[in-house]
């Protein structure tokens, strides 16, 4: 059997090959390393890129599953994966730990006016009167109750803030002090100090926050998106953040990436940018690699994996 991986990964190489010492790992630094010997007789696929498309998935015949080394999924050919009948497995859970942390800096980042010090040390003004606020007592609401979320809930609970979500159900979820049904979001949104959007990309999520949705929240209302750009139109977000529906935005995920020197989104003052960082992590791949390990596993035995299977017609 072979497997080819999309990415060079460093410790991991030797991880995986002397945990299956009898199967052929292929290791290649990028998609335009993989030749069509590489491709032909690979059965799975592991890795992440942004380049891996049908086309490139279309030259290989014997493919049975790709384990995708990160969370979303939703540039890859679902379709045709499920056409072909070719498992795939994502990295959900691996980015929990620092996405988590990444939310908390900032939201401590804002309520602690440090953007602020920093302007004042950069103009060399000393205010010894400057007053942050505290996060004890505010709501937080996760749009999603993954493990993104569901770490995050934990850090918020260890703060004394209040935990809202939203999940397709409202089933009630860990560390969540209420969780509601999507469908009830325009209903639960006036009750946050702090949004959070961590949902995946779906046809469900697709501009999720409009208008609508922005303005039943507080003014006062923090919004953080390092779930999918694609919850609101950057056209509509410029909006909610120059009309006041919103004090704030950090946003680490956009509808367009990468984000272009003339994106209207660097002239809007209140919104901090990052460019798409809040995953990434020196370790990805080795934990990626061990969720791998443990499915495949599995796979050699039964053809099928134990965690992290993603629903094709769902998207995640």
């Given at each position: 059997m072979k497997v080819l991986s999309l990415n060079r990964l460093k410790d991991a190489e030797k991880l995986l090959e002397d945990t299956f010492p009898d199967v052929e790992f292929v290791f290649r630094k990028n998609v335009e390393e993989i030749d069509e010997a590489d491709k032909k007789d690979a059965e799975i696929v592991i890795g992440y890129s942004g380049k891996a498309d049908q086309a490139f998935f279309e030259g290989m015949p014997k493919l049975r599953w790709v384990a995708w080394y990160a969370a979303g999924v939703n540039n890859l050919p679902l379709d045709y994966f499920k056409e072909k009948d070719i498992l795939l497995t994502n990295a959900s859970g691996v980015h929990a730990k620092q996405m988590s942390q990444f939310i908390f800096a900032y939201i401590l980042d804002d309520y602690k006016k440090m953007a602020i010090s920093r302007r004042n040390q950069d103009q060399k003004i000393y205010d010894s009167k400057l007053t942050g606020e505290r996060v004890d007592g505010q709501t937080i609401l996760m749009l999603g109750t993954g493990t993104i979320p569901q770490a995050t809930a934990h850090l918020a609970q260890a703060f004394g803030m209040t935990v809202e979500g939203v999940n397709?159900?409202?089933?009630?979820?860990?560390?969540?002090?209420?969780?509601y049904p999507i469908k009830d979001l325009?209903?639960?949104?006036?009750?946050?100090?702090?949004?959070?959007?961590v949902l995946p990309s779906t046809a469900d999520t697709y501009h999720l926050l409009g208008d609508?949705?922005?303005?039943a929240m507080k003014d006062s209302a923090l919004f953080i998106n390092v779930g999918r750009g694609t919850i609101t139109s950057e056209q509509t977000l410029?909006?909610?953040?120059?009309?006041?529906?919103i004090r704030h935005a950090y946003a680490d995920v956009f509808e367009n990436e990468p984000l272009t020197s003339d994106s209207p989104l660097y002239d809007v003052e209140n919104i901090t940018i990052t460019a798409h960082i809040t995953g990434n992590y020196r370790e990805n791949f080795k934990d990626a690699s061990n969720i791998f390990i443990k499915n495949f596993k599995h796979f050699l035995n039964n053809g099928d994996v134990v965690e992290n299977k993603v629903d094709l017609d769902k998207g995640y």
């Open positions: 397709t159900t409202g089933h009630p979820v860990k560390d969540f002090d209420h969780v325009d209903e639960v949104l006036p009750n946050a100090d702090i949004v959070v959007n609508k949705e922005f303005k410029i909006e909610a953040l120059k009309n006041h529906q």
